[in-house]
């Protein structure tokens, strides 16, 4: 009994040394993106938060998060008050000069919002003297500051949090608002008979998400990369996305790897060959 016993205290001391070892990471949030980052109870819940704890629970490490401003999020990152970026997160040639990208995980379209008795259209929002809101720091504001510059006749009014956007929208402040369609049908069921969508965009090329990390943090991008391809394989990915967005396709991770992303140039790290 007494080597028994020895057996089971030193099986349980080993336990907790293990766990009192295990790294903890501060993930970025912007909780105001639902269906992928938002507030619940208290509870920062959404396929991004979600992922990130099931590869942190597959990969063996801790994360807590850390709610900021979209705009301050790779700021952040770059100054280490962070160590990855959870929210929504477009890859760009642009972002990856200043942080590392893991595995593209979704791809993006992108809607334009109008009120529900508004007879514009995708173009015609976009132009024409129109009030377009979009959240700041985003590629959606990239592209419409692109359209400006060939030509398109566009008030810009920016946001630090969309659903601000959408309540202004909601009042006539604004004519439309520009942004991710995963959050627009989100939005869109939240808020019934409030707006609708006046039309879809294509990215091409295509536009697509992933976690940011610190430029040169090769061990959590490993760590992360291999925790997205296993909850991909086991099926645990397409349950997460499901619980959010029941009946959206799901795609292996990655998703379309993008040209230009050093990242992505093999052998990609924590991706088996």
Not at 27 to 46: C, D, K, L, Y
Not at 57 to 65: A, E, I, R, S
Not at 183 to 212: C, E, S
């Amino acid at each position: 009994m007494r080597i028994l016993a020895r057996l089971l205290f030193a099986a349980t001391a080993m336990l907790a040394a293990s766990s009192a070892v295990a790294k903890t990471y501060v993930a970025g949030i912007e909780p105001s993106f639902p269906p992928w980052a938002s507030v619940e109870r208290g509870q920062f819940v959404g396929i991004g938060p979600d992922a990130v704890r099931a590869i942190a629970k597959q990969q063996g490490f801790d994360v807590t998060f850390r709610s900021m401003s979209f705009s301050s999020l790779i700021p952040a990152l770059k100054a280490g008050k962070i160590d990855m970026v959870v929210t929504g997160l477009t890859v760009t040639p642009e972002r990856a000069k200043q942080i590392d990208f893991t595995l593209p995980w979704w791809q993006i379209k992108l809607d334009v919002l109008v009120p529900p008795n508004s007879d514009l259209t995708a173009d015609s929002a976009l132009g024409n003297g129109h009030t377009v809101g979009v959240q700041t720091g985003t590629t959606n504001y990239d592209y419409l500051k692109q359209l400006v510059a060939q030509g398109k006749d566009i008030d810009i009014k920016t946001y630090e949090q969309g659903t601000t956007a959408l309540q202004d929208l909601g009042i006539g402040r604004i004519d439309a608002q520009f942004l991710d369609d995963d959050t627009a049908q989100q939005f869109l069921a939240d808020n019934p008979g409030r707006m609708k969508i006046a039309g879809q965009i294509t990215p091409q090329p295509p536009q697509v998400y992933a976690l940011g990390v610190a430029k040169g943090n090769t061990a959590l991008l490993k760590q992360l990369n291999a925790g997205e391809v296993a909850i991909s394989k086991s099926g645990q990915w397409a349950k997460i996305v499901h619980k959010y967005m029941p009946d959206a396709q799901i795609a292996p991770i990655p998703v379309a790897l993008p040209q230009g992303i050093d990242t992505y140039q093999k052998p990609i790290p924590g991706l088996s060959p």
